[in-house]
């Protein structure tokens, strides 16, 4: 069974950060592409980053680059989020998810999210 294990998220004023993890397992996860996405209240999904099985290669969305950075240990199956000078609208639940195929088959699986609250 595919778990994904979101942690790390949290209450933090704007400018600060937090690392976000993603505890993985059920599948191979050195051979998967890893991605984390974000949900604001009241609006759809959104794909922030995303990162090759390897991690060689890394992929942000212009609204968050220059402050977040996605990196992997597969060594511990592990999937993180560094979020530096967040801003308010920040805020979001945000998901780990598996990116485009899982043990070669096109699947899409989603952690339950953790809360990250940007507030003064």
């Known amino acids: 069974e595919v778990q994904l294990v979101e942690s790390g998220g949290g209450l933090v004023q704007p400018g600060g950060s937090l690392r976000l993890s993603c505890a993985a397992s059920g599948f191979t996860f050195g051979s998967t592409d890893m991605s984390w996405v974000r949900q604001a209240p009241g609006k759809g999904p959104e794909w922030v980053s995303g990162i090759n099985s390897g991690g060689g290669g890394t992929y942000i969305a212009d609204f968050v680059k220059g402050r977040f950075t996605i990196s992997r240990d597969n060594a511990k199956n592990t999937l993180y989020l560094q979020m530096n000078s967040l801003k308010p609208e920040d805020t979001a639940v945000y998901y780990c998810?598996?990116?485009?195929?899982?043990?070669?088959?096109?699947?899409?699986?989603w952690g339950q999210g953790t809360q990250v609250t940007v507030s003064s």
């Open positions: 998810a598996t990116w485009g195929v899982v043990e070669g088959i096109p699947a899409d699986y």
